[in-house]
């Protein structure tokens, strides 16, 4: 599977901002998909994600409420709507995706098809 994120750039904190990430080669709907977010020098944080033939979403501390995981079935792509940004969730956002759920959802090491991560940042 083949991702490709976009959508990154610069944003003032309370604004907002969509992130697509384009995905080739599996659909969307049967794929395990999910999103992280690494700063430098940190580990990547498990963002949210979608369970495959569902529509359950999981998402990660402190973000439910403020961001919101879909899928685009026409454009076969993954979205992450972000509201009230805060500076601190200035990051570089990977899509990643798998063949199959796992349990262990919310870790990097699941995932073996991998965007290559956009950027964005958000300013006080």
């Known amino acids: 599977v083949q991702l490709q994120a976009s959508g990154g750039g610069s944003v003032q904190a309370g604004g907002s901002l969509r992130l697509p990430c384009a995905a080739s080669?599996?659909?969307?709907?049967?794929?395990?998909v999910v999103w992280f977010r690494r700063v430098p020098g940190k580990e990547h944080e498990f963002v949210a994600s979608?369970?495959?033939?569902?529509?359950?979403?999981y998402y990660g501390n402190s973000l439910k409420g403020r961001f919101t995981i879909s899928r685009d079935t026409a454009k076969n792509a993954l979205n992450l709507q972000m509201n009230d940004l805060k500076p601190e969730d200035t990051a570089i956002y990977y899509c990643?995706?798998?063949?199959?759920?796992?349990?262990?959802?919310?870790?990097?090491?699941?995932?073996?098809?991998w965007g290559q991560g956009t950027q964005f940042t958000v300013s006080s």
């Open positions: 979608i369970r495959p033939g569902t529509s359950t979403t």
């Open positions: 990643a995706a798998r063949r199959f759920w796992s349990v262990l959802y919310h870790s990097p090491d699941q995932y073996s098809d």
């Open positions: 080669g599996g659909s969307v709907r049967s794929l395990a």
